[in-house]
């Protein structure tokens, strides 16, 4: 990576004596698609608004293009962000809520009517451009958010929960088209969100915070085939989680049975752990899987594109959740109450301490 | 338990109704009477409202009351809405400084004079038309501040940052973003200020100090009705009465008429 765009270094956000943004380094480059992924209460809005400038950090250094930007006040920082609650002006139409960013710049009428005509036929609101915000729908409202954060073309725009407020099939539309917006402008984008599918969709890398502290951080494949903790796997996608302990450069699991898996370095015989497989990741058969396992089938649900099927297991307490694909189901007798054998890989394992 | 019966409720709404408007009714009927008479009606006629006219003292006294109003409800209103905005910015420090704020609505007007009048003799303060306008300040402050606070209990601050992060100044956050959206809650608050300043009699004849030349219009009544009931006060009232309706009328409905958005 070249000189990023955004530096965080070791930026620690006091509130009294709660710490709600813990020791952050981070760094994001230009044109990236970065996602800031937490629970409510990790610490995410309270670090996008030291991005804004709304809060300073107690301590630590935020640099946008090399420069130091803890302490400049929000107006006069290169950086935009879509309000949660979209926050638009509701005594301005459409156009004016637009135009009001560029006002403040104090660029020449002619130039502010070119630049909102041409935001708003992108987002194709043309014919909407003299209605009041509260004469717009949800989707509306959130395009015209975007678009007035957009025209002044920042350095860094900063999105909080920006589909939170959407109905789920429109979600999902808007997710790819944030995707070609950031594409089409070349802006940086940081969207805050406490949904983990959003993340992996939207954005190039994903950072997950838990309590104000950055846990780990890189793209989303990354984050989903190698998290590097037990919360960190549960809290992106599903996972079966099987408590064992180790034994001679492999697993014993709680029924007695060996889990061929890549341990940690300096795994000790007896050390407790917590060997983890993706559902997806089990496979019905023995095949030429190094692990298995055998099972009740005590649910199944079809959810179109795969089969998720519950299995009641000696490995865990929790049912062991399996995702076959519809032809991987095909033709095969999955009747409840049956018991079912299933393997996996030894490379598909991942070890967190217990 | 059983409700009272349709009937019993309706008489009883319309004997409440009777004892609030037949007095005020009267007064209007009078002041179109043209004889004159409490006691007989003798026709139709607007002659007393023409006498109004060409009294002298009465127009000297509305002149007064005018000026006392315009001045007084613009002070007011321009404090009290920055007050206003203040305080619920601040509202996090606790309720003390509201108990403050709004003690002036609710403390006795007799009270609010006595201590005026104490004030501006500590001050040696010469009284005139400037201190009823000053004491008027003092109580319609709240009351616009009132107004206004009310309107910012739905007021999304988020704009306000919204605002900011755009690159507005705080100034021209306040002059684009805050003011437009508050703007029908102002009015309101300058209506209600203005009506009030209008009727207010105590504080008035408290601090208005010796001589005519601070007279106002409820002062020029009451000096006149000690002479008895003349058609001339009936028709004044009347003016003033309706003068009065008419702008509460308008400030509920601009309070009323939420802004887009809101």
Same mark, same amino acid.
């Given at each position: 990576?070249?000189?990023?765009?955004?530096?965080?270094?070791?930026?620690?956000?006091?509130?009294?004596?709660?710490?709600?943004?813990?020791?952050?380094?981070?760094?994001?480059?230009?044109?990236?698609?970065?996602?800031?992924?937490?629970?409510?209460?990790?610490?995410?809005?309270?670090?996008?608004?030291?991005?804004?400038?709304?809060?300073?950090?107690?301590?630590?250094?935020?640099?946008?293009?090399?420069?130091?930007?803890?302490?400049?006040?929000?107006?006069?920082?290169?950086?935009?962000?879509?309000?949660?609650?979209?926050?638009?002006?509701?005594?301005?139409?459409?156009?004016?809520?637009?135009?009001?960013?560029?006002?403040?710049?104090?660029?020449?009428?002619?130039?502010?009517?070119?630049?909102?005509?041409?935001?708003?036929?992108?987002?194709?609101?043309?014919?909407?451009?003299?209605?009041?915000?509260?004469?717009?729908?949800?989707?509306?409202?959130?395009?015209?958010?975007?678009?007035?954060?957009?025209?002044?073309?920042?350095?860094?725009?900063?999105?909080?929960?920006?589909?939170?407020?959407?109905?789920?099939?429109?979600?999902?539309?808007?997710?790819?088209?944030?995707?070609?917006?950031?594409?089409?402008?070349?802006?940086?984008?940081?969207?805050?969100?406490?949904?983990?599918?959003?993340?992996?969709?939207?954005?190039?890398?994903?950072?997950?915070?838990?309590?104000?502290?950055?846990?780990?951080?890189?793209?989303?494949?990354?984050?989903?085939?190698?998290?590097?903790?037990?919360?960190?796997?549960?809290?992106?996608?599903?996972?079966?989680?099987?408590?064992?302990?180790?034994?001679?450069?492999?697993?014993?699991?709680?029924?007695?049975?060996?889990?061929?898996?890549?341990?940690?370095?300096?795994?000790?015989?007896?050390?407790?752990?917590?060997?983890?497989?993706?559902?997806?990741?089990?496979?019905?058969?023995?095949?030429?899987?190094?692990?298995?396992?055998?099972?009740?089938?005590?649910?199944?649900?079809?959810?179109?594109?795969?089969?998720?099927?519950?299995?009641?297991?000696?490995?865990?307490?929790?049912?062991?959740?399996?995702?076959?694909?519809?032809?991987?189901?095909?033709?095969?007798?999955?009747?409840?109450?049956?018991?079912?054998?299933?393997?996996?890989?030894?490379?598909?394992?991942?070890?967190?301490?217990? | 338990?059983?409700?009272?019966?349709?009937?019993?409720?309706?008489?009883?709404?319309?004997?409440?109704?009777?004892?609030?408007?037949?007095?005020?009714?009267?007064?209007?009927?009078?002041?179109?009477?043209?004889?004159?008479?409490?006691?007989?009606?003798?026709?139709?006629?607007?002659?007393?409202?023409?006498?109004?006219?060409?009294?002298?003292?009465?127009?000297?006294?509305?002149?007064?009351?005018?000026?006392?109003?315009?001045?007084?409800?613009?002070?007011?209103?321009?404090?009290?809405?920055?007050?206003?905005?203040?305080?619920?910015?601040?509202?996090?420090?606790?309720?003390?400084?509201?108990?403050?704020?709004?003690?002036?609505?609710?403390?006795?007007?007799?009270?609010?004079?006595?201590?005026?009048?104490?004030?501006?003799?500590?001050?040696?303060?010469?009284?005139?038309?400037?201190?009823?306008?000053?004491?008027?300040? =003092?109580?319609?402050?709240?009351?616009?501040? /009132? &107004? *206004?606070?009310?309107? %910012?209990?739905? !007021?999304?601050? @988020? $704009?306000? #940052?919204?605002?900011?992060?755009?690159?507005?100044?705080?100034?021209?956050?306040?002059?684009? =973003?805050?003011?437009?959206?508050?703007?029908? /809650? &102002? *009015?309101?608050?300058? %209506?209600?200020? !203005?009506?009030? @300043? $209008?009727? #207010?009699?105590?504080?008035?004849?408290?601090?208005?100090?010796?001589?005519?030349?601070?007279?106002?219009?409820?002062?020029?009544?009451?000096?006149?009705?000690?002479?008895?009931?003349?058609?001339?006060?009936?028709?004044?009232?009347?003016?003033?009465?309706?003068?009065?309706?008419?702008?509460?009328?308008?400030?509920?409905?601009?309070?009323?008429?939420?802004?887009?958005?809101?």
């Amino acid at each position: 990576m070249s000189e990023p765009l955004l530096s965080l270094s070791n930026v620690t956000k006091e509130f009294g004596s709660v710490r709600a943004v813990d020791g952050v380094n981070l760094d994001i480059a230009e044109n990236e698609f970065f996602a800031l992924l937490g629970a409510s209460g990790s610490g995410k809005t309270t670090l996008l608004r030291m991005l804004a400038g709304f809060e300073t950090p107690t301590s630590g250094e935020v640099r946008l293009d090399g420069r130091d930007i803890s302490h400049v006040s929000p107006n006069h920082r290169p950086v935009n962000l879509m309000f949660q609650s979209y926050a638009l002006f509701p005594h301005m139409s459409v156009a004016r809520n637009i135009a009001y960013g560029l006002e403040m710049e104090r660029l020449p009428r002619s130039e502010i009517n070119a630049r909102v005509g041409e935001i708003l036929e992108m987002i194709q609101l043309s014919d909407l451009a003299g209605r009041k915000p509260d004469q717009l729908s949800g989707g509306q409202r959130q395009r015209v958010a975007l678009a007035r954060a957009l025209v002044k073309r920042p350095r860094l725009l900063l999105l909080d929960e920006p589909l939170g407020a959407l109905d789920k099939k429109l979600r999902g539309a808007m997710q790819l088209e944030l995707k070609r917006i950031q594409d089409q402008f070349g802006i940086t984008f940081i969207v805050v969100t406490h949904d983990q599918e959003e993340a992996l969709v939207m954005a190039d890398r994903v950072a997950i915070l838990k309590d104000g502290g950055l846990l780990q951080c890189g793209t989303p494949r990354e984050i989903y085939e190698h998290p590097q903790s037990r919360f960190a796997a549960d809290f992106i996608g599903l996972m079966n989680f099987m408590p064992a302990t180790v034994a001679d450069g492999a697993l014993l699991a709680r029924d007695g049975s060996r889990i061929a898996a890549p341990l940690p370095e300096g795994a000790h015989n007896g050390d407790p752990m917590i060997a983890a497989v993706r559902p997806e990741r089990l496979h019905l058969g023995e095949g030429d899987h190094e692990n298995r396992l055998r099972g009740r089938l005590i649910a199944k649900a079809y959810h179109g594109l795969d089969l998720q099927l519950h299995l009641e297991t000696d490995l865990s307490q929790e049912p062991i959740l399996v995702r076959l694909t519809a032809s991987e189901a095909e033709g095969q007798a999955l009747e409840t109450g049956t018991a079912i054998t299933l393997g996996w890989k030894a490379q598909d394992t991942r070890v967190f301490n217990a | 338990m059983k409700s009272a019966p349709l009937p019993l409720m309706l008489l009883i709404l319309g004997l409440t109704f009777a004892f609030l408007y037949v007095p005020i009714s009267v007064l209007v009927a009078l002041s179109f009477n043209e004889s004159g008479l409490p006691t007989a009606w003798t026709g139709f006629s607007v002659k007393w409202y023409g006498e109004l006219a060409r009294n002298g003292d009465i127009l000297k006294a509305a002149g007064n009351t005018l000026i006392v109003a315009l001045a007084s409800t613009v002070v007011a209103t321009t404090l009290g809405t920055l007050l206003a905005v203040g305080v619920e910015i601040r509202r996090r420090k606790g309720r003390f400084l509201e108990t403050i704020i709004f003690a002036p609505m609710i403390i006795p007007d007799i009270v609010l004079a006595i201590a005026l009048l104490s004030f501006f003799s500590l001050l040696n303060v010469t009284m005139g038309l400037h201190t009823i306008i000053v004491s008027h300040v =003092v109580f319609n402050l709240a009351f616009v501040c /009132a &107004v *206004v606070r009310a309107r %910012l209990k739905t !007021f999304d601050w @988020s $704009v306000v #940052e919204a605002s900011q992060d755009l690159g507005a100044s705080t100034l021209t956050t306040l002059r684009r =973003v805050v003011l437009p959206v508050l703007s029908p /809650a &102002v *009015v309101a608050g300058a %209506l209600l200020a !203005f009506t009030l @300043s $209008v009727d #207010e009699f105590i504080i008035a004849f408290f601090t208005a100090g010796a001589g005519r030349d601070s007279i106002t219009l409820p002062m020029q009544i009451f000096a006149m009705i000690r002479f008895g009931v003349t058609p001339e006060i009936n028709a004044l009232s009347t003016i003033v009465m309706g003068l009065s309706v008419l702008m509460l009328t308008l400030s509920q409905r601009l309070n009323r008429g939420r802004l887009p958005g809101q």
